[in-house]
């Protein structure tokens, strides 16, 4: 039996008499048939035929220490409430004041940190609840990386704790990632 190096969904794989299917393959008209893009292997041992994918796609997730961007969307005195941007689909997120710096962490005041509407590069620290993961800022490549003023003018970095507007040049307070 000789098998493709590649097949694709729907496609019929050569078996002999009492191959069973395996992992990625399905009956079909009394066929075996794959269920995916892949890499078609047959276990003599077994008499199983399986495909196994030919590339591995990163979990859509947040996983514990992962780095993602977000955007703020609620602030209040002791924390921000972000949505994870994670391709199409968004996720709830909290950045406790306690987790906005590494250091001063009693200083801290979370709307001289964020804003809604800002973009910042964080940190996932916990799965959390069941409605949102907890993430971090405490660290120089994390914080905000984009925002708009609130005049709605878009700012640039100009220190570790300041943004300016571009074309008024007004000063606000954010948490100012480190650029990479």
């Known amino acids: 039996m000789s098998l493709p190096t590649t097949c694709l969904p729907g496609q019929p794989l050569p078996v002999s008499p009492g191959t069973i299917p395996g992992p990625g393959t399905y009956i079909s008209n009394s066929e075996i048939t794959s269920t995916l893009t892949g890499l078609p292997s047959y276990n003599a041992t077994t008499k199983t035929i399986s495909v196994s994918p030919a590339t591995t796609l990163p979990s859509p997730l947040p996983t514990i220490s992962s780095t993602v961007l977000a955007r703020v969307t609620r602030i209040n005195p002791r924390q921000a ?94 948490k100012v990632a480190k650029p990479i």
């Open 81 to 174: 409430t972000v949505a994870i941007l994670s391709g199409s689909d968004t996720f709830q997120g909290v950045i406790r004041q306690q987790d906005i710096r590494a250091t001063e962490k009693d200083k801290v005041k979370v709307f001289e940190s964020f804003r809604p509407g800002d973009v910042v590069r964080a940190k996932v620290i916990s799965l959390g609840d069941l409605q949102n993961y907890y993430l971090t800022t405490a660290g120089n490549s994390l914080g905000v990386v984009m925002a708009v003023s609130e005049e709605g003018e878009e700012m640039v970095p100009v220190s570790w704790r300041e943004m300016r507007g571009m074309k008024t040049g007004k000063v606000e307070l954010r």
